[in-house]
């Protein structure tokens, strides 16, 4: 073979070579965005599960915040019973009731007005909300629990029941007439 030849032959050679070494490369790529498109879609997956499991454990940390909540509330309740143990409670709303027509709540160990019912006894004597009982038939109400007091205002249809209020420094004595009163979605009404 002549030498021309043999130059022919070798930039034949090295054509082909070039060819061979662009085709090894090309699959390297290829197989290698297949093997980075396959570790990405697994890191994908994985921090799907990783985010679904922080969303559990954020909602069961709040079911325990609320237990925990729940728990303290029980525990003030034993505790206050156990304080007070012959003190009864306000634990029954009934359909109807004979009463006054107002609604109490427990201000510094006194039962305040909340809330006069339109219509019923106690709007008619013109207690106001805000106003402290202080008596009930001629006896103090300081530090008795609140429902002893509704007890005590409630009764017979008719029958009567003097009360004494604290309006701003200034007492008065009431006396009201008790009537039938019947529970509605906002409280209760005369009937």
Request: net charge neutral; hydrophobic share 40%.
């Amino acid at each position: 073979m002549s030498t021309h030849e043999l130059e022919q032959r070798r930039a034949a050679l090295g054509a082909e070579l070039r060819q061979v070494r662009r085709a090894v490369e090309k699959n390297l790529r290829a197989a290698g965005g297949r093997l980075a498109h396959s570790l990405q879609a697994e890191l994908d997956d994985l921090q799907k599960q990783v985010a679904a499991l922080a969303k559990k454990a954020d909602a069961l940390s709040v079911q325990v915040v609320r237990c925990t909540d729940e728990l303290s509330a029980l525990r003030l309740q034993i505790a206050a019973a156990q304080l007070l143990p012959s003190a009864p409670h306000v634990v029954d709303f009934p359909e109807r009731f004979a009463g006054v027509g107002a609604e109490l709540e427990s201000r510094d160990s006194w039962p305040v007005v909340a809330r006069v019912f339109g219509g019923g006894p106690c709007a008619r004597a013109g207690v106001k909300p805000g106003d402290r009982l202080v008596g009930i038939d001629g006896q103090s109400v300081r530090g008795r629990s609140l429902g002893s007091v509704v007890e005590s205002l409630r009764g017979e249809v008719d029958s009567e029941v003097s009360i004494e209020l604290d309006r701003r420094g200034e007492v008065q004595t009431t006396v009201i007439q008790r009537q039938q009163l019947a529970k509605v979605p906002d409280g209760y009404v005369p009937g």
